[in-house]
């Protein structure tokens, strides 16, 4: 079971998760607040949402951040042992890399380190295009399934 804690303004980041996460990782993980967790426990992953605007900085350490690369200065005193960035820019770790008709393809420009110690290439691998609008969101959740030890190829929105 791995506890993810969700750092966001409002509740989208959590719902669109709770939505499109595949099913056998929902029930594998524990999708929580950032600020919930009693006093000396780890979250395993922490996910800063697009909409984040740096307030509510009472988080508990983390293995592992997911964090909007854009956002990456309001975290000063968040812990973790190691962060992935995400986002539309060519400096985030896990970006965009074309949209077709049927198909985006994404890019993991720098190689990662799951939760399970997988380390996994940078790579190219795509997602089939749905009626998302929310680019920053499927980001989020991609970056979520990668570091649950999903292989890029079989990343999928349910």
């Known amino acids: 079971m791995h506890t993810i804690g969700i750092l966001e303004r409002g509740g989208g980041l959590s719902a669109f998760l709770t939505s499109h996460l595949p099913p056998a990782l929902l029930e594998e993980s524990d999708l929580c607040p950032a600020g919930s967790l009693a006093a000396g426990e780890v979250l395993d992953l ?29 975290t000063e005193g ?6 992935v960035s995400f986002g539309l820019s060519p400096k985030d770790t896990l970006t965009l890399s074309s949209m077709g008709e049927n198909t985006i393809h994404l890019a993991l420009q720098r190689e990662i380190v799951t939760l399970t110690g997988q380390r996994l290439d ?14 920053c969101q499927v980001l989020a959740c991609v ?16």
């Open 143 to 158: 970056g979520v399934q990668l570091l649950l030890g999903v292989e890029p190829g079989e990343v999928f929105l349910a």
């Open 122 to 135: 940078p790579q190219e691998f795509p997602l089939a295009r749905q009626d998302h609008t929310a680019l």
């Open 78 to 83: 968040l812990t973790a042992s190691w962060a």
């Open 46 to 74: 922490l996910v800063v949402s697009p909409d984040w605007t740096g307030e509510d900085r009472a988080v508990p350490p983390c293995r592992a951040m997911l964090i909007p690369g854009r956002l990456a200065q309001l």
